[in-house]
């Protein structure tokens, strides 16, 4: 008798968004937008979704509704080329930083025209392992 494997909604919607970028995934994490430079119409201050490929940094807002003033705020997808970035800096916070200031950890994509700092909420450990080892 054969198993059916379980999926997720979550794998479902991974599985979508590799399809949608024709691409696989390399790192996902919630995360900020804290700072740009040298880079067009870039949200500031918006939590959401950071994604890694091989070739691009992508981050997905999506629409929220508060709860006591209700109204729903725009879905904001920004998408940064890998070419456009030649380091990355990672920075993790020391634990009791993470466990009493809520201090998140950082990454800082650079290049020789732009800049893009991450805030991101998740184990960065694994972050700067993947970007380096893809080409851009």
């Not at 794998?11 to 804290?34: D, F, K, N, W």
Request: charged share 20%; aromatic share 10%.
């Amino acid at each position: 008798m054969e198993k059916k494997a379980k999926t997720s909604p979550g794998t479902v919607a991974l599985q979508a968004l590799e399809a949608e970028l024709g691409e696989p995934i390399l790192y996902r994490a919630p995360g900020r937008l804290a700072a740009a430079g040298g880079l067009d119409a870039v949200p500031l201050g918006s939590w959401g979704l950071v994604v890694l490929t091989a070739t691009r940094v992508l981050f997905r807002h999506f629409p929220q509704a508060h709860p006591l003033f209700g109204g729903t705020d725009a879905e904001v997808r920004y998408e940064v080329g890998r070419s456009l970035f030649s380091a990355c800096e990672a920075r993790r916070q020391a634990f009791w930083a993470r466990l009493f200031a809520s201090t998140p950890d950082h990454v800082a994509l650079t290049g020789p025209g732009a800049f893009l700092n991450l805030e991101l909420a998740d184990d960065l450990r694994k972050f700067p392992e993947a970007w380096l080892r893809s080409s851009p």
